[in-house]
Nanobody, 124 residues
């Protein structure tokens, strides 16, 4: 059984930082954890992904690679999305998701399990 729970969303001012958490309870096979966001009128957008309990570097979307980082707390099934220099266009519902491998990390349809999302609102 796979479960993902996001937390840490909220309202911030432009330029501020925010860290989201994804608590993961997964089977031994679903180790690729991705972060996505959904904004009104747009398709779900990939932000990045990483393997749980792996030294492999995370993958990042070009649109956020200079401002967002993904980390994992050692020995815990929690993956973080650290967001810096937030902009109003970063406003949206942020999700974490799981799949077996990160080969197709940028494709939302490749992920088989999703959290419920956490809202981030950035005001100017």
């Amino acid at each position: 059984q796979v479960g993902l729970v996001e937390s840490g969303g909220g309202s911030v001012q432009a330029g501020e930082s925010l860290t989201l958490s994804c608590a993961v309870s997964v089977s031994s096979s679903h180790k690729c954890i991705g972060w996505f966001r959904q904004t009104p009128g747009k398709e779900r957008e990939v932000l990045g992904a990483r393997y749980l309990h792996s030294s492999s570097p995370p993958h990042y979307a070009d649109s956020v690679k200079d401002r967002f980082t993904i980390s994992q707390e050692k020995d815990k099934n929690t993956v973080y999305l650290h967001m810096n220099s937030l902009k109003p266009e970063d406003t949206g519902l942020y999700y974490c998701a799981a799949q077996v491998f990160c080969i197709d990390w940028a494709t939302a349809g490749a992920y088989t399990h999703w959290g419920q999302g956490t809202q981030v609102t950035v005001s100017s």
